[in-house]
């Protein structure tokens, strides 16, 4: 892992049945970011969950 992926510049999005996307959280690291959209896409729902960089 770089420095850069450590550093809290990660977001979590999440996109609904209507292809609306939404902020979730932001200033995350990215482990962190990625644990939070795998705890979100666990849950079943229908909407669709990822990470990006929070430029």
Known sequence: MTT???APAWRVMR???NGNRFLV???LG???AEELARTFEARGHKQLYWTERDR
């Open 4 to 6: 850069e992926d450590a």
């Open 15 to 17: 996109q609904d049945d």
């Open 25 to 27: 959280a932001r200033g």
């Open 30 to 32: 990215r482990e962190e």
